[in-house]
Every structure is written in C-alpha cells, then in structure tokens.
C-alpha cells in the first residue's frame, strides 16, 4: 500500500474510523466527500479535501490525479436520495450510469470500480478495519427477548434475507407476526421511526447483509444512533447478522440499550456456524 491513501467518504462513522486506523499507520490521507454534512473530525485527518456531489467524476478524476494517488477506499453510505434529486451528474457519470436493469449500489459499485481500475486506480479491499465490528452470534444485552419477540424476529430476519438478496432494503419491523415495514430508500433510522409510528410500541426490528455481500458496497451497519431510533419507535429488540452487519459504537450504544431494556441479538442465516 503507497503512502498516499484516498478515501471516498459517504455517511456514517466508517469514513473516520478507517482515517484514523491509516492515520496511525502512517498514511497521507486524501477524502473525497460525497456527502452534504462532513464531519469535521474526519476533515482534520486528510491532508487535502475535495467535496463533490456523488456524479461529479470529472472532479473527482482531476482531484486524484493532482494529488496523484492511485490507490482508494470506497467507506461510507451515499444517500441514494440525494442521487435521485440533485442534477450534478456529467457527462462521464451519464455514459458510467448502467442503461439496462436495476441500478442498484451493487450494479453501480463494480462499474465504478471497474473504471477505476482503467484510470490506474486501485479500489482497496477494506476486510481488515471492519472485522473488528463484526458481531459473534449471542445476545449483546443482558436483557433478553420475549418468547414472543422471539418468534417475530424469526420472521423479520428471514424476510429482511430474502429483501437484501433482492437489492431493496436490508431492515425489517415486525409486531405479532405483522410484517410493518421493508427498509427503502429512506435508510435504517428512518424507516425504524416509521415503523414506530405505525406499530407502536413492542415492534422488532432486524438487520441483515446479503447473501453474497461484498464489502466494497454499502456494508450494512448500526451504531448509537440505530439504538436511538430504536428507543424512539419503543422497539422491544433488535437482531442483526453476526458476521455482516458491522455494529460501530458498541460501547456506548449497548449501555443505552441495558438502560433502556431494549434487547439485541446477532445471529447467523442458517446453516451457518
């Protein structure tokens, strides 16, 4: 790995935490931001900082270059709302955009990486920073669910397995054998708080990765503020995929939980060890 290391930062706390893991292993960081909000913390490990709308690939391409780095990470989320409501794509993301078929994050990640590769641009496999937030399968929480939470979260994870596979949303909310709700576009906070608002309080909530989830994209993931929304909607337990969704802030968003007598689970899909 060279010395100069370029990060294209979505949302979420990933972007940071790999910054500071190359930080200290000596690397020159480079950030490009696709996001509207940047956090300041990640600003002051980069030693130059370009932010683009996500479709910006001219910019992008001439920022690279000046600064000649040829190796990136791919960290974060990119709201796939602010790509359906800006109009920034150019001309060279319009002739990248696929013309056939779904464009899902999957579809669009290996393209872009692809082309990456043509420009000399290697994308980096970021394995190595995100298994340490990776859960063994067990409760989290000293406070356990219910016989009957239990049973609601079967099915919110074997549906939320099915909607990953299908590219449509990783997250499901369900009370007493109701499916509420299916994760769109609108992210995991917020489509927890939407299921609150319809379900009211004792709904369960599960989060999952696909089946072939590959973790240069959009790796699934929840931290303190899953936990809050959670709390929010009086959710009565949370199931995430050991071994795929990363679970970042766990310290502090577990003793919130314990207080607040919201339970959390990981698992594995069966079949699995």
């Given at each position: 790995?060279?010395?100069?290391?370029?990060?294209i930062a979505g949302s979420g706390l990933f972007p940071f935490l790999l910054a500071r893991s190359l930080k200290a292993q000596g690397k020159e960081i480079y950030?490009?931001?696709?996001?509207?909000k940047v956090e300041s913390r990640l600003l002051s490990l980069s030693s130059q900082f370009l932010q683009i709308?996500?479709?910006?690939?001219?910019?992008?391409?001439?920022?690279?270059?000046?600064?000649?780095?040829?190796?990136?990470?791919?960290a974060g989320?990119?709201?796939?709302?602010w790509l359906l409501r800006n109009q920034?794509?150019?001309?060279?993301a319009w002739k990248l955009w696929p013309e056939k078929g779904p464009a899902t994050a999957s579809v669009v990640i290996e393209i872009l990486i692809n082309f990456l590769k043509e420009q000399g641009i290697e994308v980096l496999?970021?394995?190595?920073?995100?298994?340490?937030?990776?859960?063994?399968?067990?409760?989290?929480?000293r406070h356990q669910p219910s016989p009957e939470a239990l049973r609601d979260l079967d099915l919110a994870f074997d549906l939320a397995l099915k909607m990953a596979d299908l590219e449509i949303g990783q997250v499901v909310a369900v009370k007493k054998g109701v499916i509420v709700s299916v994760e769109a576009l609108e992210g995991t906070d917020k489509m927890i708080r939407r299921a609150g608002k319809?379900?009211?309080?004792?709904?369960?909530?599960?989060?999952?990765g696909r089946t072939r989830q590959s973790l240069f994209v959009d790796v699934p993931a929840v931290g303190l503020a899953t936990v809050r929304s959670l709390l929010e909607a009086k959710a009565s337990c949370l199931g995430i995929e050991a071994g795929k969704v990363a679970f970042f802030e766990q310290e502090k968003a577990l003793a919130l939980a314990e207080e607040a007598g919201l339970a959390i689970?990981?698992?594995r899909r069966e079949g699995e060890r």
């Open positions: 790995m060279g010395n100069r290391i370029g990060i950030v490009i931001s696709v996001e509207k709308w996500p479709g910006e690939m001219a910019r992008f391409l001439q920022f690279v270059k000046e600064n000649e780095i040829d190796k990136v990470f791919l989320k990119v709201d796939p709302l920034s794509f150019d001309s060279l496999d970021p394995s190595p920073f995100l298994e340490p937030f990776f859960c063994q399968p067990g409760y989290l929480t319809l379900a009211g309080e004792g709904m369960v909530v599960a989060k999952v689970v990981a698992r």
